[in-house]
């Protein structure tokens, strides 16, 4: 690669994405190189022996490795076209450079996540009212410095975006769907199509997710039921409602969980059995009640009212239990629908399915 042929894609601030400075780096010095560097900060990382965890470290390690060799090549000291390029373009031609994360460009902050060289040994991280200008002589250090400044606003911006992002779940809660999605997330590749432009993929280490909007990127760690439910969250505060998968797909799906499929025991339809657990639904009283092979017993309840949910707690004595909530879902469609026919013993399926989550 000739350094005169390199031209580097942009972005929104006008500023180069750096090509990967990788070449020549085994992918196993590389993550040694990272693990070493964690263990010097006091941080050392257990590492996976396979599959996409394992990946997943091989992938960081390579990142670890282009964000040092960033410094080296604004600083003229890695002979690799690539490197030689960025710097005249950055220190020469004074274009800013992104710090985003490698092959992470469409990342959404709220900052500019750009270093620029403004000449005279002065550098600035960030654009307009949010930018830092410093003076630094080795632009080694100066990209070090850039680096670990992006790094606190990024923890900074993520804790405002997860505040926020708390108010809008509170809007729209749980519902057994945040449990098929998440299932759904984990087990494609491709991850989940939300719709609208909302889409969610696990990046293939531990729980690490991308969530892309209209408006960016943002990657962040939690648990894939979390992930799906502040997917599922902002796109309908955004307006874009739900495609819901029907109750025959839910119960597939609870299947492959390991739940046998219910059989009606009465000729009424108000009591069922899935594998060795009894189901029993008192119209009355508009309540469902669950009993195992051992004796315990559950009760599956409307409680509150806007917006209203069905709770499941265990029975004692015969009374619900308030102060233990084993599992909710919040009353939408189709489980209103879903209440009017068969669809009822998928719900238990599900609450059943979430007993036996308890149980392990």
Known sequence: MEQSSIEFQTGPYGEVYPIPLTTGIDPDDALKALTDASAAMGSPVDVPTRGKSLGGMYNLGMLYVHQLRLREALAGELSLPEAEALRRTVMVDRQPMSLRPLMMERLEYGFAPILTYLGDDRWRVGAGDRSVTFEESDPARAVARAQQLFTTW????????????????????????????????????????????????????????????????????????????????????????????????????????????????????????????????????????????????????????????????????????????????VVEPPLKEWMKDMGRTVLTMWFIWKIKLGAE
């Open 154 to 329: 990024a923890d900074a911006d993520d804790e405002r975006w997860q505040a926020a992002v708390e108010k809008v779940m509170a809007r729209y809660p749980r519902s057994l769907f945040h449990d098929y999605w998440a299932h759904y997330t984990r087990h494609h590749d491709e991850g989940w199509e939300r719709g609208a432009g909302f889409h969610l993929q696990l990046l293939g280490r531990h729980n690490t997710f991308q969530l892309t909007t209209p408006k960016g990127s943002r990657v962040f760690t939690t648990s894939c039921l979390r992930a799906a439910h502040i997917t599922d969250a902002i796109a309908r505060h955004a307006g874009v409602q739900p495609d819901y998968p029907p109750s025959p797909v839910v119960m597939e799906w609870l299947t492959v969980e390991g739940l046998p499929l219910p059989h009606m025991t009465d000729e009424v339809g108000d009591r069922w059995q899935v594998g060795a657990i009894r189901v029993r639904r008192l119209r009355d009283k508009h309540v469902i009640l669950l009993e195992d092979a051992g004796g315990d017993r559950y009760v599956i309840r409307h409680e509150g009212r806007r917006p209203k949910e069905l709770v499941l707690r265990p029975l004692v004595d015969g009374e619900a239990d308030e102060s233990k909530m084993l599992a909710h879902t």
